[in-house]
């Protein structure tokens, strides 16, 4: 693990910020096959440029094609059902149909926090809509490079505060997909941490948590998307890396600038928290000691290197609530709403170890939590099938429709 992140931990000055996820792109393009021509030559470097350009001709060309008649329904559905709400520069499209006493249902979306926007899920909603729900309400947020990870889950709490004073009492369902449920994910740890860890009153919570494909470990995921060379191209790294470069005091430990940066500054931290946060990863937990000793051109040596490790940590979920554990173990109780998280095993984009790892640290931390894993479904074909139209009955393979079923369940019924 520490050979992939060396590249961003001590290799790397700090980046400029992208002005557009174009530019980040190419620019990711670039670093990834100069990587793969340093490891492996001319043939190496030509072998990455083929598997990017196939990549890019599919994300680019191939499967816009084929979702423009599914884009006309989308904007069908959409003119005749959709009431806009402002929430300062973002907006809420909400979607009703008629009366009933199901819940309302926040649904956050995915598109690896640099795509996506709320029209884009009309369908989705009229699938939760059919499912029980009273309302649907599809929350928009800051995309990178407009926003880095807190900004997002800034938009998020906003979105929740909104739901909140819009049920009037009734439930809330907070139901998040791919980088949506990490998003979800993350607004609940930091909140969880705030009453653990400095005892402030945990609030208000939805009353349910439905998690679909999610990414709830950043580090671990980075590692992923190197294996895929897509990782320097995805907005991630430098979304949840964020705007800050700054560093914490030289005498402050690694756990405790995590916290820090996830804004749970100020607890206490045991000497033992470091190397757990790490090492229960996979993560060497010597790396970032050697990280801070070399020079990456950085202006001050080796700090902002530690900070975006820092960084990365704050904006995991799965990290955070095994540091919680450790900075205080009492369990969660009301702190966490019971959750529900659904992965499919075959999902080449977030492998399922990301769901279980999640749902580990969750239940050692004392959550209400279950899991439904399900062998057969991907990670973009869920959705997809979720906003089609024909019955769930009869989406094939079988095992895709399980699912889609089990997550209309969860969410709305």
Same mark, same amino acid.
């Given at each position: 693990?520490?050979?992939?992140? @060396?590249?961003?931990l001590?290799?790397?000055?700090p980046?400029a910020?992208?002005?557009?996820?174009?530019?980040?792109?190419?620019?990711?393009?670039?670093?990834?096959?100069?990587?793969?021509?340093?490891?492996?030559?001319?043939?190496?470097?030509?072998?990455?440029?083929?598997?990017?350009?196939?990549?890019?001709?599919? !994300?680019?060309?191939?499967?816009?094609?084929?979702?423009?008649?599914?884009?006309?329904?989308?904007?069908?559905?959409?003119?005749?059902?959709?009431?806009?709400?402002?929430?300062? =520069?973002?907006?809420?499209?909400?979607?009703?149909?008629?009366?009933?006493?199901?819940?309302?249902?926040?649904?956050?979306?995915?598109?690896?926090w640099?795509?996506?926007?709320?029209?884009?899920?009309?369908?989705?909603?009229?699938?939760?809509?059919?499912?029980?729900?009273?309302?649907? /309400?599809?929350?928009?947020?800051?995309?990178?490079?407009?926003?880095?990870?807190?900004?997002?889950?800034?938009?998020?709490?906003?979105?929740?505060?909104?739901?909140?004073?819009e049920?009037?009492?009734? !439930?809330?369902?907070?139901?998040?997909?791919?980088?949506?449920?990490?998003?979800?994910?993350?607004?609940?740890?930091?909140?969880?941490?705030?009453?653990?860890?400095?005892? !402030?009153?945990?609030?208000w919570?939805? @009353?349910?948590?439905?998690?679909?494909?999610?990414?709830?470990?950043?580090?671990?995921?980075?590692?992923?998307?190197?294996?895929?060379?897509?990782h320097?191209? @995805?907005?991630?790294?430098?979304?949840?890396?964020?705007?800050?470069?700054?560093?914490?005091?030289?005498?402050?430990?690694?756990?405790?600038?995590?916290? =820090?940066?996830?804004?749970?500054?100020?607890?206490?931290?045991?000497?033992?928290?470091?190397?757990?946060?790490?090492?229960?990863?996979?993560?060497?937990?010597?790396?970032? /000691?050697?990280?801070?000793?070399?020079?990456?051109?950085?202006?001050?040596?080796?700090?902002?290197?530690?900070?975006?490790? /820092?960084?990365?940590?704050?904006?995991?979920?799965?990290?955070?609530?095994?540091?919680?554990?450790?900075?205080?173990?009492?369990?969660?109780g009301?702190?966490?709403?019971?959750?529900?998280?659904?992965?499919?095993?075959?999902?080449? %984009?977030?492998?399922?170890?990301?769901?279980?790892?999640?749902?580990?640290?969750?239940?050692?931390?004392?959550?209400?939590?279950? %899991?439904? !894993?399900?062998?057969?479904?991907?990670?973009?074909?869920?959705?997809?099938?979720?906003?089609? @139209?024909?019955?769930?009955?009869?989406?094939?393979?079988? =095992?895709?429709?399980?699912l889609?079923?089990?997550?209309?369940?969860?969410?709305?019924?």
């Open positions: 693990m520490f050979s992939i992140l @060396s590249a961003l001590g290799l790397s000055p980046p910020w992208p002005r557009g996820l174009t530019g980040h792109v190419v620019r990711g393009i670039s670093r990834a096959i100069r990587e793969e021509t340093e490891l492996g030559g001319a043939r190496g470097g030509a072998r990455a440029a083929a598997r990017l350009a196939a990549l890019v001709a599919n !994300e680019l060309v191939i499967f816009p094609a084929r979702m423009v008649p599914f884009a006309a329904r989308t904007l069908r559905y959409r003119r005749a059902q959709m009431r806009e709400v402002k929430l300062g =520069e973002r907006v809420l499209e909400v979607y009703q149909r008629g009366g009933g006493d199901g819940p309302l249902i926040l649904y956050v979306h995915g598109g690896s640099g795509q996506g926007a709320p029209w884009n899920y009309a369908l989705m909603a009229r699938r939760l809509l059919d499912g029980g729900a009273a309302r649907v /309400a599809v929350a928009q947020y800051g995309l990178f490079p407009a926003a880095d990870v807190d900004e997002m889950v800034g938009d998020l709490d906003a979105a929740l505060r909104w739901a909140e004073a049920a009037g009492g009734s !439930e809330v369902r907070l139901v998040g997909q791919s980088a949506g449920a990490h998003l979800c994910a993350l607004w609940l740890a930091r909140r969880a941490g705030a009453a653990r860890l400095r005892g !402030e009153p945990v609030g919570l939805p @009353s349910k948590f439905v998690a679909l494909s999610g990414v709830y470990d950043i580090a671990a995921h980075f590692a992923h998307e190197n294996t895929r060379l897509v320097w191209l @995805s907005p991630m790294w430098l979304a949840m890396a964020g705007r800050r470069g700054e560093s914490a005091a030289d005498d402050d430990s690694f756990a405790r600038l995590v916290l =820090e940066r996830a804004g749970l500054g100020g607890a206490a931290v045991p000497p033992s928290a470091a190397p757990a946060l790490l090492a229960a990863e996979g993560v060497d937990a010597d790396a970032v /000691a050697r990280a801070a000793e070399l020079d990456g051109g950085c202006e001050r040596k080796g700090e902002w290197d530690r900070a975006a490790l /820092a960084n990365w940590c704050a904006a995991s979920p799965t990290r955070l609530l095994r540091l919680l554990r450790l900075c205080a173990p009492t369990p969660l009301a702190a966490w709403p019971p959750t529900a998280v659904l992965h499919a095993a075959d999902d080449g %984009t977030v492998p399922v170890r990301s769901a279980r790892e999640f749902v580990d640290a969750l239940s050692k931390a004392g959550a209400d939590v279950r %899991t439904l !894993e399900y062998a057969r479904g991907g990670h973009g074909e869920i959705p997809l099938a979720l906003m089609e @139209s024909a019955p769930l009955a009869e989406v094939e393979p079988r =095992e895709l429709g399980e889609c079923r089990a997550f209309v369940e969860e969410a709305a019924a």
